[in-house]
């Protein structure tokens, strides 16, 4: 008994002395972005013999511990998918703690049986002022389109009529590669639905612009960066995809890329098509401009509408390196779309707060849209100096579309017959675009940095509108709205930023842009020949200064003024009948709006953002609707002011479990816009909370879940309100043959919650809508890869300016 109590001591002094011998190493692993590489693996080995002892996995902040390690000389391993392994010796005393610090890995790439193989990034990656959004991480729906992509981002709400909205705030510019598209409205709408989600790699949602873009936007900026493909050889992707709701819709994708030494091509070909359809339904009731009492006249429609759409859109270039410094490319996309709209409309007119119709119109409309849009251009990077860039490039754009339209109305009384009046309109516009623009950009050392640059564009406009009516059996011309309009506009723009870090906790980035622009507009008719001219210079500072108050802790504020400039259509003096008592007009007569953004931002761990947000906005340009002689006329007007300020909150990259990661993000936003009608200040005001919530799973079987929702409260633009809307979509994604092959099962809308419900309340008209299209649906998605070649060192891709136009038409 004696003898194994004395064994029991002499092993557990042992064992003690063991323990207390033993060792940890420690560290944390980023990129060279400064991000955390989560999931690295950290082997150790014996330096003399390479025994394997232990290994580790870095957390989600990038932080790894090794603890009881002997005394002993070791080489550790780190390693992790897409980025270069690394390997460094280290020297282990007893009962010590070595601490590394951080541990820098590099991007790379490799293949394995032809496939290339890379590294899972973040999600989401948070930095001031903006946000970037790593699609194929982020979303399992990349075999869709860029559209139905953009509408799961966190803050980002893609309405009907093409607007977007961007953190509560409309007017947020759309950049594909660091270049803002040349449409909107429905347009852009359209050439998002031709872009397949596989081939982007990051959506950047910047909500505080640097004085290098363009200072036209309200919100901020959507950058859509394609991916590059890095292998030598022959690329080609293809994907199709197929959905149902009312109707059906689809896509077909094909991509091709030829990629050899010095010389890269590419050419993508996309075809869309479908048919969709909204019914609404309006109750209007009319009020008196003066006393802004309702009067004894109400109307009360139901409007159905069915699209049938198809497009094609081809985007093509070259890229070759002349030498290590020196990048040349040229691209040509060209897109053609048109689309079917049969529209009926059936109003009820109420007198004296009747329940009983006093007469009705049924309007019957035929449209048949179409457009061809080419766009082109050529680039050159030079690289002067490690630290010094030269680019310059020339874009245009060509943009034709024709309308016609054959409306047929009837009107019934019960005093009167049957009214029945033929129209037919047919309206052709071209829009022609040329911008010109050069950077230079040179770090003169490791703190200081200075970009400069300048821009010139051109735009030419002309159209046309004939109006006929049929009058006894015979077309005769309406001289009301028959017309043509031309219109001329350059913005010549330069700036200078001047980057700076001060000491290693804080730095600051201050520029300035100016920005000179003429516009001259022709309309003619045969009632009136009218010429405007307008010329203006503005100065667009911006100011962001950061402190890092720690690893994980930053602070940063951030200041710009902006400017949006009225699109094309909205100045278009055109008329768009849709019946009898509806029309819509353009305004020549509208100003740019002035806008002027503060925004304060604490980011905690690269993943947690706090942001309050201020903006004011000078001569804000809204929908607005007049009514004369019963007939209301929807123009847009500039509006006195608008003032928004707010909180914004998100958390990104959570993991409850290794196997869910989940982003929430949310804002909570007063907004409020005044005018003045009849003497009289009116104002509409409301306070908007906004969640997005967006979840990933991986499921057993190698495949993966996603469910994605958000909630919006009750919003305001100018005159309008909209009520709350929420919707709920869900999918699961499953790769087979070695990741080559993908297939994606959704639900979208699943609650067919997404039915838009809007008032508007102006000194003319109090209406309020209920809107029902097309959002719930089923589909599938299917995408193939092949690859064959091998990895060689990354072109430079010449860096596209960015441009941002108004295309309303």
Known sequence: MKYNKMYILV??????????AQSVISGKVIDKDNAPVAGATIVVVTHADSTYITGVISDLDGQFEIPNLKPDSYILSFSMMGLKKISMQQQVGPNTKNELGNIVMEEDSYMLSAVTITGKRPPVKVESGKMTINLSSALLSTDGNILDALKKLPGVIVQNDGSIIL??????KVLINDKVTYLS?????????????????????????????????SSGMINIQKKKVKEQGINIAVSSGLERGK???????????FHHNKLNIYADYSYYWGKDYIELTVSGHYIDPVTLKPLELRKDFVNDIEREYRGHSINAGIDYDLSDKITVGTYLS?????????ETIISDFFKNNSTQSDSTLTALSALDHGYTNITGGANMVYKFAKAGKWDASFDFQLFDQKDDQLLKSFFQTHIKPLQEDTMSGKTNGDIKIYSGQTNLSYDMSEKFGIKAGLKTVFVNIGSDALYKN????????????SSNFAYNENINAGYFQFNAKWSPHFSTEIGLRLENTYTKSDYSSTTQDTTFSKRYTDLFPSLMAQYQLSENHSLSMAYNRRIVRPNYRNMNPF?????????????????PELIDNIEISWLFKKRYSFNVFYSHINNPISTSFLVEDSRVMIMPQNLSGNNSFGLRVGLNNLQPFNWWTAHINGSLTYKQFDWTASGKTLKNEAITPMLHISNQFRLPYGWGGEVQGFYSGKMIEGQTRVKSLWTLSLGVRKNLFKDKFSMYIYAHDIFH?????????????????????????????LGYRFNRGREIKKSQKANRIEESKRIGL
Do not use: H
């Open 11 to 20: 092993v557990l002094l042992i064992l003690s002395i063991s323990i207390s």
């Open 167 to 172: 953190n509560g705030k409309s007017g947020a």
């Open 185 to 217: 409205g429905e347009n852009l709408v359209n050439y998002l639905r031709s872009i397949p989600a596989n081939s982007i790699e990051n959506i950047e949602l910047i909500s505080q612009p640097s004085s290098k873009y363009d200072a036209a936007g």
């Open 247 to 257: 109707y059906t819709k689809g896509y077909e994708n094909l991509s091709l890329n």
């Open 334 to 342: 060209p897109s053609w779309f048109n689309r079917d709209k049969n």
């Open 470 to 481: 049929l009058i006894d059996d015979n077309w005769q011309e309406d001289n009301n709205l």
């Open 575 to 591: 008329v768009e009948v849709r019946d009898q008592f509806l029309y819509e007009q353009g305004n020549t007569g509208l100003k």
């Open 753 to 781: 919650s997404l039915r838009p419900r809007v008032s508007i309340d102006s000194n003319y008209l109090y209406y309020t809508s209920k809107e029902k299209n097309d959002s719930r649906m089923i589909g599938i998605s």
